[in-house]
Structures are given as structure tokens and as C-alpha cells.
């Protein structure tokens, strides 16, 4: 079978058995469409004529290139499900990925706000929203929803009215594997999107949607939007790291945790599937401990 039409077999039938968000299913056909280029380039157009000396040759020009260890550790777990799948269905006898390492990716803390910071973005957002204007009724209660909630931005930009509760102030959400939860917010949060709900929402809907939060033309809004609304929040706000909207999924855990709260339930609230995920938020409580530790203490 050619290489390109497996590929594309193999990216149709993702969402069907593993239930991989579309966000994985396109970088998945991202990371294949740059193997299939490569392995052009050297006369391999089939797939049995891949091997793993041509996937390693394949990685390491990507490092090369520069890309980041944990776009090499993606491609890697692409190449690595695709060949697998070529030998169960058949298109290969041997899974030539099957001993293909990803490299190690570098250990970095995740960017985390501190709750002045927090405050002073919601105080913003609250003086712009004063007037009444539904963009900014729309971004405060997004950013509200996000600091509250910890949730995924595709997970925000999916929202249902039908999933909202203001009553119950929950939420209902599809996570990564296609795995639902409820997650909480406060009442901060629930006063945010009732006017919303209430004021902004119904001046930019356009058309009829089931979406809770509209774009500028009265669509669903796309996570282009709530990205570029968090990195100008952020933009002006002191700390490294990346300045998206995960930046407050970060801080939301990290702030739980810093509060007293058990890691089993943080997990629960983030969607991970395994516990290690959420422990890396213990190493954050830590530092920022250690850190206020130097500060402070007279003979630190």
C-alpha cells in the first residue's frame, strides 16, 4: 500500500477506535504528512518500505531542524501508533517502529500565576465589563470559567448551554478520550457567565447554536480566540513559560493543591487519566514553596 494512503487510513479510523480528540488527530497527520515527505525524499513511497534506520534518520532531521524534544516525543508516538496499526490490519507483516525511542523531553515546570496576578486580570476584565459590552461580558466570564474550573480550552470552546448548570454551578464536559465529567465552578464564576448568559450572549448570536461562547460573528468561538484573549492578558503579566490558556489550568491546580487540597480529587477535576499526570503540580507546590522559603526567611 502507498505510504500516503495508509497514512490517511490510519488518521480516519483514530477518532473511531481510540477516541482521540481532533486536536491529536491533527497533529498525528501533521507529524505522518512530514514523514511521508521525508520518506519521498528517500525513494520510499510504500509502506513496507519503511524501516527503522529511515524513522531514525527521519527524527533526527527533525532535531536538526530544532523542533523540541516534545514535538520529537509526539512524532515518535505517531510513527509509533501508525506502524502498529499497519501491522494489525495487515498492510506490514513487521512493526517497524516497534523499538523507535523518543527522546527525553526536557523537565519543565508549568507557568503558574500567582493569585494577586489572577486578581488584578479578573479586576480588568471587570472594569471593561462594566459598561455592558458583551465581548467583554463574554472574556471575563471566560476567564472566570477557566481560573475556576481548570479547564481544557477545547473543552471551554466545546461548551453546551445544555451543559451548563448555574444552578448546581457545574459544568459538563468531554475530555481527552472522549471521557466525561461535572466540574464545579464558584459563585464568582457563576455570577460571570449569568450575565453572559443573560446580557453578552444574546447580542452577538447571530444564528441559532447550541455553543455557550460566541465569537465576533456570533459563531462558536474557536480556541484561536480564547488564545490570543489569555496570551494579552498574560502579555503584560510577570513570569516565563507559555501564556495560553493552559497557563490557568496550571494555576488552578497548583493553587488547589497550595490550599490543602488531596491530589486524587485535583486529578479528578483536570480529567487526567493517570495520577502521575496531576503529580507534577506537587513539584510546582514545592518549588513555589521553596521559593517563598529564600525569600522570606531571614537566614535562608
Known amino acids: 500500500m502507498e505510504l500516503e494512503q495508509a497514512v490517511t487510513a490510519f488518521i480516519t479510523q483514530l477518532g473511531v477506535e481510540r477516541g482521540l480528540s481532533s486536536n491529536t488527530a491533527r497533529s498525528y497527520s501533521s507529524d505522518l504528512g512530514a514523514l511521508v515527505t521525508f520518506a519521498r525524499g528517500r525513494g520510499a513511497t510504500a509502506v513496507h518500505e519503511l524501516d527503522l534506520e529511515l ?85 471575563i466570564a471566560i476567564i472566570e470559567l477557566l481560573y475556576a474550573s481548570a479547564l481544557r480550552v477545547s473543552e471551554l470552546a466545546g461548551l453546551d448551554l445544555d451543559r451548563v448548570d448555574l444552578d448546581r454551578l457545574t459544568v459538563r464536559v468531554t475530555g481527552k478520550g472522549s471521557r466525561e465529567r461535572v466540574v464545579p465552578f464558584g459563585v464568582p464564576a457563576g455570577r460571570a ?81 493517570s495520577l502521575g499526570t496531576t503529580q507534577i503540580y506537587t513539584h510546582v507546590s514545592a518549588e513555589r514553596l521553596k521559593e517563598t522559603y529564600r525569600t522570606a526567611h531571614p537566614r535562608a
Open 55 to 139: 524513522l531514525r534518520d527521519w527524527l533526527w532531521q527533525a532535531s536538526q531542524d530544532g523542533l523540541a524534544k516534545s514535538t520529537l516525543a509526539r512524532r515518535t508516538a505517531a510513527v509509533r501508533s501508525f506502524s502498529d496499526w499497519a501491522r494489525r490490519t495487515g498492510v506490514i507483516e513487521t512493526d517497524v517502529a516497534a523499538r523507535l525511542r523518543a527522546p527525553k523531553a526536557d523537565a519543565h515546570l508549568p507557568r503558574v500565576l500567582t493569585r494577586q496576578q489572577v486578581d488584578e486580570i479578573l479586576d480588568s476584565l471587570s472594569a471593561l465589563a462594566a459598561d455592558g459590552d458583551p465581548v467583554a461580558l463574554r472574556n
Open 193 to 273: 457567565m449569568s450575565e453572559y448568559l443573560n446580557s453578552g450572549r444574546p447580542r452577538l448570536q447571530t444564528e441559532p447554536t447550541p455553543a455557550v461562547f460566541l465569537g465576533a460573528r456570533g459563531k462558536r468561538i474557536d480556541t484561536r480566540t480564547v488564545y490570543q484573549l489569555v496570551a494579552g492578558l498574560l502579555a503584560e503579566t510577570p513570569g516565563t513559560g507559555p501564556s495560553g490558556p493552559h497557563a490557568f489550568r496550571h494555576t488552578v491546580a497548583t493553587h488547589l493543591l497550595d490550599g490543602g487540597a488531596d491530589l486524587r480529587a485535583v486529578q479528578e477535576l483536570l480529567g487526567h487519566a
